[in-house]
C-alpha cells in the first residue's frame, strides 16, 4: 500500500532532530556554514541536505510569529520531475509501486547539466538539487532502504513532538484531518497543503506564503489554483529525447 508522511507545523519546534536524522543516516558530509542572522542553516537544501528545516518569521501588528517548515521531497502522486526526465533518459527517475516513493537513480549522472536544470524547474517545490561532483541528482528517498524492511524513515524516528508521522496513505489522510479540525480551533487559517496530489501532507497553520515561497504548488497567469494543479501534476508525456551525455 502507498506510504505518506504528516508533517503537522503546529507541533515542529524547529528542534532540526529530523534534519539531523536524514544526515546521519544517509551518511552525507557536513557543509561549511556560518551564522547569517537565521535560525535556518544552511540557507538552502543542497546534495548534502536532502531535509531543511526552513524558518521565518512575520510581524503583524507589533506581533512575531514564527514559521517553522521542515522542507523535503513530497513524494508526488504523478511527479512532474520523472515526467521530464524521461523525456531525456528513461528511468533516470523511478516510482517504487509498493510505497509511492520518487526515486532518483544513478542515471540521474547521465543528465547533462541543463537536463538536471529542467527537472528541478519541473517540480513546482524547488527540491531536486544536483551533486557536482558526481553529477546525481539528490533529495530525500523516503528512506526506501528503512521502510522496506519495515522501519520508520529517520526524520520520523527521531521526532520528539508528533509533528512527522509516517504510515499507510490512508491513514495519515484520516490523521491529518483530525489534526486539522483540532489545530482550527485556534488557528482558523489552518489547511492542509496540497494534500490530494502529494504523499508529503503538511498541516500549515496560517497563509503557505508565511512559510516559504514553495510551502504549496504555485499559481500560473490567470490559471485557477485547481487547473494550475491539474495541469502540473498530470501525467507527463513527452517524447524521449536521448541526449549527447548519455
Not at 507541533?11 to 543516516?25: F, L, S
Not at 530525500?140 to 521526532?159: E, F, H, Q, W, Y
Request: aromatic share 8%; net charge positive.
Amino acid at each position: 500500500m502507498p506510504k505518506s508522511f504528516l508533517i503537522d507545523t503546529s507541533r515542529c519546534t524547529a528542534c532540526r532532530g529530523c534534519q539531523i536524522a536524514c544526515k546521519e543516516w544517509h551518511e552525507l558530509p557536513a557543509n561549511k556554514t556560518k551564522q547569517r542572522g537565521s535560525h535556518q542553516n544552511p540557507p538552502d537544501l543542497n546534495p548534502f541536505n536532502y531535509k531543511l528545516v526552513r524558518f521565518s518569521e512575520s510581524l503583524e501588528n507589533g506581533k512575531i510569529s514564527w514559521y517553522f517548515f521542515p522542507d523535503q521531497c513530497r513524494h508526488c502522486i504523478e511527479p512532474p520531475c520523472k515526467g521530464e526526465a524521461e523525456g531525456y533518459l528513461e528511468g533516470a527517475i523511478i516510482k517504487d509501486d509498493k510505497t509511492g516513493a520518487v526515486l532518483f537513480t544513478e542515471l540521474t549522472a547521465k543528465l547533462s547539466p541543463e537536463n538536471c536544470e529542467a527537472v528541478r524547474a519541473a517540480c513546482p517545490y524547488d527540491i531536486p538539487r544536483r551533486n557536482e561532483q558526481t553529477g546525481l541528482l539528490t533529495k530525500c528517498t523516503m528512506c526506501i532502504d528503512r521502510v522496506s524492511n519495515g522501519m520508520l524513515p529517520a526524520c520520523v524516528k527521531v521526532c520528539p513532538t508528533g509533528a512527522m508521522n509516517f504510515g499507510e496513505r490512508a491513514d495519515m489522510l484520516e490523521l491529518a484531518q483530525k489534526r486539522l479540525a483540532e489545530a482550527k480551533k485556534t488557528f482558523p487559517k489552518a489547511t492542509l497543503a496540497d494534500a490530494d496530489n502529494v504523499s508529503t501532507i503538511y498541516l500549515l497553520i496560517d497563509e503557505p506564503k508565511k512559510y516559504q515561497p514553495h510551502a504549496v504548488a504555485g499559481l500560473s497567469g490567470d490559471l485557477s489554483r485547481k487547473q494550475f494543479l491539474a495541469r502540473i501534476f498530470g501525467p507527463l508525456k513527452r517524447p524521449l529525447q536521448r541526449t549527447a551525455s548519455v
